[in-house]
């Protein structure tokens, strides 16, 4: 078990740096939706929030130019709630740190600790611009 939530970002970071791979793709799924999520570490002298681990951008499967891009820590995304709710469809309700939790627990489970070289149709075309 990892020592934080999005452990398997730490470990892609280190696979990334050796590999000199500048940007990588995975593929998550939440709440009826699909994503391609790209994961850039940052790059030296690159403004970067404190605690700020990979920058991710999330792409909406079939609506590809509705993105978000967002600084992740060890343990959650640096965006306030009222952008995440939006974004990923969610309802609000009174036990929002709960629904959060289940987000960032769902999202770890899709992180892979390594660059993966067999890549959907879909990741390859965001990827290539």
Known sequence: MNSSLFGNLEQLKKDMKKKKCPVDSFLFGYNKQQYVVLV??????????????????????????DRLAVPATKWQFMLDARAMR?????????????????LYERFADFIPIQVLEDKSEIEQQVLRG
Do not use: C, H, S, W
């Open 40 to 65: 850039k570490p940052y790059a030296k002298g690159e403004k970067k929030p404190p605690e700020a681990l990979m920058q991710l951008e999330f792409l909406r499967v079939g609506k590809l130019r």
């Open 86 to 102: 939006n974004y990923f469809d969610i309802e609000y309700t009174e036990n929002l740190g709960e629904v959060f939790r289940d």
